[in-house]
């Protein structure tokens, strides 16, 4: 069976998974459908070398980061002392009324 129609219907964010994945048999094709909040095209194409490497028999290299090791990073960033004084100081900023009147 073509399941290939399954894939290709829009997303529903509140109740899809955020990636499909079809198989049209007597193609032998892989189809790979993912919703962009979880990736861009750079992380597309880093997929696809990846499991073009895979199919190819090929060891996949080691990761130097982790997105676990990014997301901590992250964390700590936006919730350093720095960053929040800067959002205190746009929101200061963006909270005065501003006379329209001249």
């Not at 919703?35 to 199919?55: P, Q």
């Amino acid at each position: 069976m073509n399941n290939s129609i399954k894939v290709e219907k829009p997303y529903d964010i509140t109740k899809d998974l955020l990636i499909r994945v079809g198989i049209i048999e007597y193609l032998n094709i892989l189809i790979v459908d993912i919703n962009h909040i979880i990736g861009d095209g750079y992380s597309h194409g880093i997929l696809r070398k990846e499991m073009f490497d895979l199919i190819r028999g090929e060891e996949l290299k080691e990761l130097p980061i982790q997105y676990s090791d990014y997301a901590i990073k992250y964390d700590e960033k936006i919730n350093s002392e720095r960053v929040l004084n800067q959002m205190k100081y746009y929101e200061n900023l963006f909270n005065k009324i501003i006379n329209t009147n001249y």
